[in-house]
């Protein structure tokens, strides 16, 4: 089983900017696709945005758009979510999962590998 581990996260202002890595112990190229979740106490994980390992192609959540973007270096076995425009509300844990067969990608069932988390915290 190939090992997921978060960093990046960190405490905040509101406008500022972090970028998250997902480094994977394994070849990520043998993912269907990975993505980045996010979870606050008390609510369901949600789907921040994903991207198919061998096309490329990358979803985002409507609340994210325009202000996040989600990339991969194959070499490096990396998925990264560079956040920008942060906002109070994007304050969560953010796990980064894969998925090995094809199915809705905002559904935390789709992910059969999952970190360990990293905390992001915005203040106003």
């Known amino acids: 089983q190939v090992q997921l581990a978060e960093s990046g996260g960190d405490s905040v202002e509101a406008g500022g900017s972090l970028r998250l890595s997902c480094a994977a112990s394994g070849d990520i190229s043998s993912f269907v696709s990975m993505a980045w979740f996010r979870q606050i106490p008390g609510k369901e994980r949600e789907g921040v945005a994903t991207i198919f390992t061998r096309t490329h192609t990358t979803r985002y959540r409507d609340s994210v758009q325009g202000r996040f973007t989600i990339s991969q270096d194959q070499g490096k076995n990396t998925m990264y979510l560079q956040m920008n425009d942060l906002k109070q509300e994007d304050t969560a844990m953010y796990y980064c999962?894969?998925?090995?067969?094809?199915?809705?990608?905002?559904?935390?069932?789709?992910?059969?590998?999952w970190g360990q988390g990293t905390q992001v915290t915005v203040s106003s």
């Open positions: 999962g894969a998925a090995r067969i094809y199915s809705a990608w905002d559904k935390s069932a789709a992910y059969g590998d």
